[in-house]
T-cell receptor
Framework: NAGVTQTPKFRILKIGQSMTLQCTQD?????MYWYRQDPGMGLKLIYY???????DKGEVPNGYNVSRSTTEDFPLRLELAAPSQTSVYFC?????????????FGPGTRLTVT | GQSLEQPSEVTAVEGAIVQINCTYQ??????LSWYQQHDGGAPTFLSY????GLEETGRFSSFLSRSDSYGYLLLQELQMKDSASYFC??????????????FGKGTKLSVKP
């Protein structure tokens, strides 16, 4: 099992550019999540999905979009990148409901917007 | 509002015991998780408490008191490799999914020789 994989590992964007962060999991988890982590801070939930075709906003969704067409993939789209989106982005997955206390994280994408 | 409070930094020596506290105030509560994150790495799951009491997993133990909205992570026989950030996270019903975690800001543990 590869677990949760994310690409790219690093990216530098100019203000106003767009990009998609890729996330794939091979554990057949229904639940998937996108977080951002700013330096010295905890993780903030951007979007989450409880299954293919179902997504919902987390705490900090502005400036982002997601889709979930398959169980395995959960891409995060940044439109019109802004310096405030400079952060480390983690994708995670978990079993449903009661099992969601244990989330499996990908290695992260370090994004800089200049 | 939702908030989790934990100390920002803790320092201890190799072989010692350290306790990292977490107090929380959230609209819903299903349980308290703990995650470890080494510098530059991804968070990894350590333990979970849904009910009051102590859960032990090797050198690590976690405690929960729901009536006090309080929990802690206890690390025994500290090793240099335990130097990392530790996050408490409440499993909440945010958005109605019963699956979302709200994370604290983390406690940076430094283990000295």
């Amino acid at each position: 099992n590869a677990g949760v994989t994310q690409t790219p590992k690093f990216r530098i964007l100019k203000i106003g550019q767009s990009m998609t962060l890729q996330c794939t999991q091979d554990m057949n988890h229904n639940y998937m999540y996108w977080y951002r982590q700013d330096p010295g801070m905890g993780l903030k939930l951007i979007y989450y999905s409880v299954g293919a075709g179902i997504t919902d906003k987390g705490e900090v969704p502005n400036g982002y979009n997601v889709s979930r067409s398959t169980t395995e993939d959960f891409p995060l789209r940044l439109e019109l990148a802004a310096p405030s989106q400079t952060s480390v982005y983690f994708c995670a997955s978990s079993f449903s409901g009661e099992g969601s206390y244990e989330q499996y994280f990908g290695p992260g994408t370090r994004l800089t917007v200049t | 509002g939702q908030s989790l409070e934990q100390p920002s930094e803790v320092t201890a020596v190799e072989g010692a015991i350290v306790q990292i506290n977490c107090t929380y105030q959230t609209s819903g509560f299903y349980g308290l998780s703990w995650y470890q994150q080494h510098d530059g790495g991804a968070p990894t799951f350590l333990s979970y408490n849904a009910l009051d009491g102590l859960e032990e997993t090797g050198r690590f133990s976690s405690f929960l008191s729901r009536s006090d909205s309080y929990g802690y992570l206890l690390l025994q026989e500290l090793q240099m490799k335990d130097s990392a950030s530790y996050f408490c996270a409440v499993r909440d019903d945010y958005g109605g999914s019963q699956g979302n975690l709200i994370f604290g800001k983390g406690t940076k543990l430094s283990v000295k020789p």
